[in-house]
């Protein structure tokens, strides 16, 4: 699972996007920096905030040499353009089985390739093929049919969070079940079935859980789905397993992609609800205006997208040599886009690392971009919108209900997030 | 302007038709790019100049009138 997650969005495309080379010749080798590791580490009081040394990275040089954990020297991209062009060349590749981990974990060399069903990890014509199955049910028009859904559920769980509290965790109560919820009625797990696919998906986002135990939480909640195709087949219902069941996608492809699917819906938006709650709090002049005007939640949405971007590295391997911002990247090479340094590029965004619901965010890279870029966005995009607003609406004095530096973060994870995220609120 | 669409690039990502509604859709069955209109009023130039530069995908492309050719479907 945890390859499953490096890349942040199912990403691919036209070769004219990528940046022209430059007039210097990409052949400097001589002159070419020594390869840094990833820096992982956030500054202590900086939860939402990437690695500071990202930021040095990105000034001195937006691509630049890195050494992997298993000792591979590939590339680091840290800058906005250069990660939008990687991004969307599909002379990179997203094939696991290409690439090095750019996080310590793993295991030495490349990773095993993709499971059936698995979009992030494939390339052109396979993830073609599955994208085009798929993108028809989760269009902007579809998904806002779901809002009135979303609503009831948010509401729902604004009700017992007032009933259980003053304290709750916000994660438990609110930022995992909503989303959860959500794209277990879309994709049509019986209520029956719910604590156990649950389950798995918990060994996912946990911080103690190795990669092995992971790989086998994902086979085990594909196993799940797989144990619904046949009563899918036999008595369709209205949910998009059913919807499914009518293309030419055999009973293990459409296990697989059921699994991929619940894995993604689960661990993201429950990420962004989680860690966003966080970051309003931490900035309640922000939290007040969105507040007062329900108008500011749409662009409120992407600009917690791009200050938090939780899906905040991804990973392609070069297919073919390509010269890229004036350096050679080697076939063969590993290629790590850090997205949450390109959403903090003050090339494309003024002021980055200032919160500012007014701004136009538009552009950011917190889905990803190419092919891949995430197909669940708009659905994620549905439910932020109306969980944001509705739960600042309802609790107007809610407050953290420890010091912020005691909030657990999943700083070890590759979507970030709180593990939990204790509130409180002023009882009428 | 002029709007021209390449549905082989397209990936239903659905950005065109969340950042400019009104010139472009999605097909309800495969989720692909539809052209609502392929010379929208001066009105929604702008958004349509700003979802072809967001197109995950490189699917759109902005003809502008005064005969300046095809402009790159790159950053806005």
Known sequence: ?428 | MHLSIDRDRCIGAGMCALTAPEVFDQDAEDGLVVLRTAAPPPGLHAGARLAAGLCPAAALTVTEQDGAGSSPPGEQ
């Not at chain 1, 069941?245 to 938006?269: Q, R, V």
């Open chain 1, 1 to 428: 699972m945890q390859h499953e997650q490096i890349a942040p969005s199912d990403l691919s495309a036209p070769s004219d996007l990528s940046a022209p080379a430059t007039g210097q010749t990409a052949h400097q080798a001589a002159a070419q920096p020594e390869p840094v590791t990833l820096p992982l580490t956030r500054a202590a009081g900086c939860p939402f905030d990437p690695p500071a040394e990202l930021a040095e990275l990105r000034e001195q040089q937006p691509l630049r040499p890195m050494r992997y954990p298993d000792g591979h020297v590939g590339w680091l991209a840290t800058g906005h353009a250069v990660t939008r062009a990687i991004a969307a060349d599909p002379r990179f590749s997203s094939r696991y089985e290409l690439l090095r981990l750019p996080l310590p974990g793993g295991p030495p060399g490349p990773l095993p390739p993709a499971q059936i069903g698995d979009l992030t990890g494939i390339d052109a014509p396979e993830h073609t093929r599955y994208r085009r199955l798929l993108a028809g049910k989760f269009t902007v028009r579809r998904m806002r049919l779901l809002t009135e859904r979303v609503e009831q559920i948010t509401a729902d769980h604004l009700d017992a969070m007032e009933r259980q509290g003053p304290v709750v965790d916000l994660v438990q109560a609110f930022a995992h079940p909503v989303p959860a919820l959500m794209i277990c009625e879309l994709l049509g797990v019986p209520q029956s079935d719910r604590a156990g696919f649950q389950e798995h998906a918990a060994v996912l986002s946990s911080p103690d859980a190795g990669l092995e135990a992971q790989m086998a939480a994902l086979t085990a909640l594909t196993e799940c789905v797989g144990e619904l195709v046949p009563a899918k087949r036999a008595h369709p219902t209205d949910d998009l397993l059913s919807d499914l069941t009518t293309s030419e996608l055999t009973d293990e492809e459409l296990a697989g992609i059921g699994g991929f699917l619940l894995a993604a819906g689960l661990d993201t938006t429950a990420n962004m609800l989680g860690l966003g709650t966080f970051a309003l709090l931490s900035h309640p002049e922000q939290a007040a205006a969105l507040r007062a005007d329900p108008g500011l939640a749409d662009q409120a949405v992407e600009e917690l997208l791009r200050y938090l971007s939780i899906a905040h590295t991804g990973v392609r391997a070069a297919l073919e040599d390509v010269e890229l911002d004036g350096q050679l990247i080697k076939a063969g090479d590993t290629v790590t886009v850090s997205v949450s340094a390109a959403n903090r590029d003050p090339l494309k965004f003024p002021d980055p690392d200032t919160l500012d619901l007014q701004r136009k965010a538009t552009g950011h890279l917190a889905f990803g971009h190419g092919a891949h870029q995430c197909l669940g966005q708009q659905l994620a995009r549905v439910e932020m919108r109306v969980a944001f607003p509705a739960l600042f609406r309802r609790f107007p004095t809610l407050r953290l209900a420890v010091p912020p530096e005691d909030v657990p973060l999943r700083d070890a994870m590759n979507i970030h997030g709180v593990y939990q995220l204790p509130v409180t609120w002023d009882k009428e």
